[in-house]
């Protein structure tokens, strides 16, 4: 019987830690695609200093959030928005409408996708 109670705290435990990484990869992601959209308005604004800026806090806050989901997730994915983020740094930089607002689109895809894998659904396990 203790065995059995054993392996079922495991398993409940297990099975929380799972949700709670789920919801935490969730929330890191949402507040890097808000980031993601300041840039895309002040772009659209023809802002070009304050997109700038904006990238810079994006990639601060990708730093920051994104410093613990290679523990979690394939390592090319997050080095493709590493990647991703240092050419639309420069896109910016050049005040290329076309490419950045199009790398903001990879960019963004790329964020939003990553929570997307990780949940537990029929698509995924199939």
Do not use: C
């Amino acid at each position: 019987m203790r065995l059995l109670t054993t392996l079922l705290i495991i398993f409940v435990a297990v099975v929380a830690l799972g949700f709670w990484t789920n919801h935490q990869l969730t929330v890191s992601a949402n507040e890097l695609l808000l980031d993601v959209d300041k840039i895309r308005g002040e772009i659209n604004a023809e802002n070009w200093d304050s997109a700038s800026e904006h990238t810079e806090a994006l990639e601060r806050n990708w730093d920051r959030r994104g410093k613990w989901w290679p523990a979690l997730l394939d390592h090319e994915e997050i080095d493709n928005i590493d990647f991703a983020i240092a050419k639309n740094k420069e896109y910016i930089a050049e005040r290329n409408t076309p490419l950045a607002l199009g790398q903001l689109s990879e960019i963004r895809q790329m964020i939003k996708h990553i929570p997307e894998k990780g949940t537990i659904n029929l698509t995924n396990i199939f």
